[in-house]
Every structure is written in structure tokens, then in C-alpha cells.
């Protein structure tokens, strides 16, 4: 890229880290050092902020970047991301958020520790809460680095492990200082910024096709060298039945993970009431199905003006599709209009990172001092010892996502999405939903419905083609696949589901009923909710 656009990125990159250290730094000044004030926010934000802050947690560096990177270069089977991503909030609206904010107090545990022996299922509930959290992080850094290689104009890989150095350091500095609530104002002004950028891309591309959809779709195929395969299932998933059941097994991860990731949980309880976080999911749904009804259009609007080719030659997994879109719907590489187009969108994805990842440090610190710490050492935690020990677990999280994130750079970010997805799906669904809705669930169904689902999804990742035995693989020199779908889901969500039931019926344990009757009244009422 030209200095020109250098320049003007950085500058603006440089605005929104100082708007946003600014936010942290004031909320830093202004609170009271409390549990609740560091993991919720003080519980003091309205449906409509949480609802923007939610999906300023959602819409992230996979959605921007890597959704319509992969519909500029599979057409249509690009948009099972889309799909996927959007449905999932119907399950999350109906099975899990009121009741979630009603049971529990910060984290997914709190819910299961209600009628549950508490230090098993704690320990349990935030070791897997910490890994779809890790999982989720490497997605984000792994979009940075490609975003700034773009930028300075090259695949420097020094500049991409510096690009996610940065990025870690700036998310332990807005955890630790600010808390929930600084996170929560920044995702907030990130998802106003996500959506107008967005709207803006959007009408361009429409005004380049004069309003009509289908020319849209028939250049985008022209222009892809599939022809109307393009337009059809199959160019991703097609193929033969292994790819036909990667496809089946990415639909169920994408479907279910949203209602297991820690992150998207923990937003329940910075609202007051279950009816506010009802409220907050349907201004979620909302922002985020206008922002993925857009994806859509820009994928494809890649595809059909910058074309694949040059999309793949930038950014192999096709994570730099909408920046090269910006690029010539401004005017050209040398062109104003190109150049402030270019780096308004580059700066705003890259703003959409650093939020995403400030709210999933804040969760996964949270698992690992309430959950784990506060389990371990129970009669020496105080509330404000906790929230030190959660400031110290973001900097050791960070250090963990830095590493992984620059292994794994040369990844498609939506699809480590999608692996998170499946994590969370197999290893904190099942144990949600049994505690929320199973009478005799026990103790040990608990353990064995998260460790049925984790230790499999993570096995099968390992044995996957993801991580070896091809040339796209993390370590493409080596070959020890042995399963051979890319996405575990299929087989690790029915297993959690599976050890679940098994844990509970061979369990000598007798169901507690009487806490089951108070969880049930609490979840439906919000009597004895914190």
C-alpha cells in the first residue's frame, strides 16, 4: 500500500486506541474496585446499551473480515456462516438468556454451582470456559495480523507477530484497568462504528450495480471462474462425503456454540433484570441481522468487483476481502476516495478486534478467578482478592492467545471461529441445558457433560486436517490426521450431550430436588435473583 494510506490508517487506528484507553482510563478512576463492578459492570447498563454491546461482542474480526472473505471466494457456501451465526441468537433468546441471568451471578458456573456440588462443577465449568475463550482470541489476533500486513503493504511476518503482540497488550490494558464497564462502552462504540462502516460499504456496492441485486450475483459468478456453481451449493462442502459431513458438522457448531461462549453469557448480567436481558437480545438480534444481511452483499461484491484472484493473492484465506473492496469502491489503489475508504474500513476492523477481544479476556479471567481460584481457595477469597487474581489471569490469557495467534496466522478466521463454536457447544451446552431443564441431573452428569464434550472436541481437532497432513494445516510437515472432518461438532456435541446422561444415570449420587425446585422457580420468576 502507499504511504498515503499508511499514514491516514494508522492515524486513525492511533484515534480510536486513544478514545478508548480514555474510556478505560476514566471508568478506571471512577469505580469502586468491587466483584460486581469489575465482572458486571455494576449490573447498571439499559437493554438498549447491552443490546449495542452484545453485538459489538458478536459481530467480530470473523464476521467482518473472514464471512465475506469466504463468500468472495465460495459464493454460496460462504453464507452457512451467515446463516449459522444468525440463527443461533433464536436459541439464545429461547432456552438460555433469562434464564441464565436469573440463575447465575458472573459466570456460566454460578448456574450449575445452584444445585450442584459447587468445586467440581466450578472447576469443570472454568477450565472449558477458558478454552473456547483462547479458541475465540487466536480467531481475533490471527484477523489483526492479517489486517496490518495488508496495510503496510506486504505478508511481513514480523509485522503481523508485532501487529499481535499489540493487540494482546492493549486487551490486558483495558481488562485490568477498566473492567466490564470499560469493555462494555468500548464494544458499544465499536459496533456504531462496525454498522455505520458497514451501511456505507453497502450502498456503494448497490450504487455500482445501479440497485440490482441479480447483476450483482451474476458478476460476482462471472468474475469467480466457477460460472453458476458459484451461485449453488457445493464449491466448499460438495465435494465428496467427507466435506458434506464437515458441512453438517459447521452448521450444528455455528447453531448451537453462541449459547455456550462464556463471553456472550456473561453479558446477562450486566443488566438488571431477566426482562432487560431479554430486551437486550432482541436489539441484538436485530443490529446483528442487519450487519449479516450486509456481509452478504459486500462477499459478493468482492467477488464481483476486486475478484478472487486478487483477494487470494492478498490474504490466502481470504481475510483481507473487504479492505481490497473499500480500496476500489473509493476509487482505486491511488486514488483519495480509495485511500480514505481503505483505511476508515481497515481501522474500524481493527477497532472490531480490540473490542471482541477486551470482552473475551474479561470472560475468561472471570472463569479463572471466580471458577477456579475462588474454588481452590474458598475460605482465603475475598472479593477483592478475586478481582486482583482475574487483572493477573488477563495478562497470563494474553500471553496464551499471542502465542497461538502467531502460529496460526495463515488461517481463515471465521473458520477458528468455528472451532470455538464447536467447543462451546459440546462442552458448555449440554451441562447448561441438563441443569437448567433435567430434574435428576447430578454432580457427576455435570463433570462428565463438560469433559465429555471438551476432551473430544479438542482431541479431534488435533487428529484433524487443521492441524496436520496438508498444506493449509498448522504444521503442514507432519501427518498424524486421523479424523477426518475439519469441524468436530458432529461428533463432540452428542457426545457431551451423551456423558451428560451416562454421568447421571450411573451416578449413586440422589438427585437433589428440592434445589432443582428452587433453580426451576428462580430461572422462571427471578425470585432470589442476584
Not at 462471472?222 to 458459484?230: C, L, N, P
Not at 463471553?263 to 437480545?281: E, K
Request: overall charge positive; some cysteine.
Amino acid at each position: 500500500m502507499t504511504g498515503n494510506h499508511q499514514t491516514l490508517a494508522l492515524l486513525l487506528f492511533s484515534a480510536f486506541v486513544a478514545v478508548t484507553l480514555a474510556i478505560t482510563t476514566w471508568v478506571s478512576r471512577n469505580r469502586h474496585g468491587s466483584a460486581e463492578e469489575f465482572y458486571a459492570g455494576g449490573r447498571l447498563f439499559s437493554p438498549m446499551e447491552n443490546g449495542f454491546a452484545i453485538s459489538g461482542d458478536y459481530m467480530s474480526a470473523a464476521s467482518f473480515l473472514g464471512v465475506t472473505g469466504l463468500i468472495s471466494l465460495y459464493g454460496y457456501d460462504g453464507l452457512l456462516y451467515v446463516v449459522g451465526f444468525l440463527v443461533a441468537w433464536l436459541v439464545v433468546l429461547f432456552l438460555v438468556a433469562e434464564l441464565v441471568r436469573n440463575c447465575g451471578r458472573f459466570t456460566l458456573a454460578d448456574v450449575l454451582a445452584a444445585r450442584m456440588s459447587e468445586r467440581p462443577v466450578r472447576i469443570a465449568a472454568g477450565t472449558s470456559s477458558v478454552t473456547v475463550s483462547v479458541l475465540y482470541l487466536v480467531a481475533q489476533m490471527v484477523g489483526a495480523g492479517s489486517l496490518v500486513a495488508l496495510l503496510l503493504g506486504g505478508t511481513s511476518e514480523a509485522a503481523q507477530a508485532w501487529t499481535v503482540i499489540g493487540v494482546g497488550a492493549l486487551m490486558v490494558i483495558y481488562v485490568s484497568l477498566g473492567g466490564m464497564r470499560a469493555t462494555t462502552w468500548i464494544q458499544i462504540v465499536k459496533a456504531v462504528l462496525l454498522l455505520s462502516g458497514a451501511i456505507a460499504l453497502t450502498v456503494l456496492v448497490l450504487v455500482r450495480f445501479h440497485g440490482d441485486i441479480n447483476q450483482l450475483l451474476r458478476s460476482a459468478a462471472e468474475r469467480s471462474g466457477h460460472g453458476d456453481a458459484f451461485l449453488a451449493p457445493g464449491l466448499k462442502y460438495g465435494g465428496d462425503w467427507t466435506a458434506r459431513f464437515d458441512f453438517i458438522s459447521l452448521g450444528l457448531a455455528l447453531v448451537l456454540g453462541t449459547a455456550g461462549l462464556p463471553h456472550i453469557l456473561s453479558r446477562f448480567y450486566t443488566v438488571p433484570t431477566a426482562r432487560a436481558a431479554r430486551r437486550s437480545v432482541i436489539w441484538s438480534i436485530g443490529l446483528i441481522g442487519g450487519f449479516y444481511l450486509m456481509t452478504i452483499v459486500l462477499g459478493f461484491g468482492a467477488a464481483a468487483i476486486v475478484g478472487p484472484e486478487a483477494v487470494r493473492g492478498s490474504n490466502a484465506a481470504g481475510n483481507t476481502a473487504v479492505p481490497l473492496l473499500a480500496l476500489d469502491l473509493g476509487g482505486g489503489a491511488n486514488s483519495t476516495g480509495g485511500t480514505v475508504l481503505f483505511a476508515i474500513v481497515a481501522a474500524v476492523a481493527f477497532a472490531t478486534i480490540l473490542a471482541v477481544v477486551a470482552g473475551i479476556t474479561l470472560a475468561s479471567s472471570a472463569s479463572v478467578a471466580h471458577d477456579l481460584y475462588a474454588s481452590l481457595r474458598r475460605r482465603h477469597a475475598k472479593p477483592r482478592s478475586e478481582v486482583a487474581v482475574a487483572r493477573a489471569a488477563a495478562v497470563g490469557i494474553g500471553v496464551v492467545a499471542i502465542a497461538l495467534g502467531l502460529l496460526a496466522r495463515d488461517l481463515n478466521v471465521a473458520f477458528l471461529v468455528g472451532l470455538a463454536f464447536a467447543v462451546a457447544a459440546s462442552a458448555n451446552l449440554p451441562v447448561l441445558l441438563y441443569s437448567l431443564f433435567w430434574r435428576s441431573f447430578t454432580t457427576r452428569g455435570a463433570m462428565w457433560a463438560v469433559y465429555g464434550g471438551l476432551v473430544p472436541a479438542l482431541l479431534l481437532v488435533l487428529l484433524s486436517p487443521v492441524v496436520s497432513g496438508s498444506p493449509e494445516s498448522l504444521f503442514p510437515g507432519v501427518d498424524f490426521q486421523y479424523f477426518p472432518l475439519q469441524n468436530p461438532g458432529l461428533v463432540s456435541i452428542p457426545l457431551g450431550f451423551l456423558a451428560g446422561w451416562l454421568g447421571t444415570v450411573t451416578s449413586a449420587e440422589q438427585p437433589n430436588e428440592a434445589k432443582h425446585a428452587e433453580t426451576e422457580v428462580r430461572a422462571l420468576t427471578g425470585a432470589g435473583a442476584v
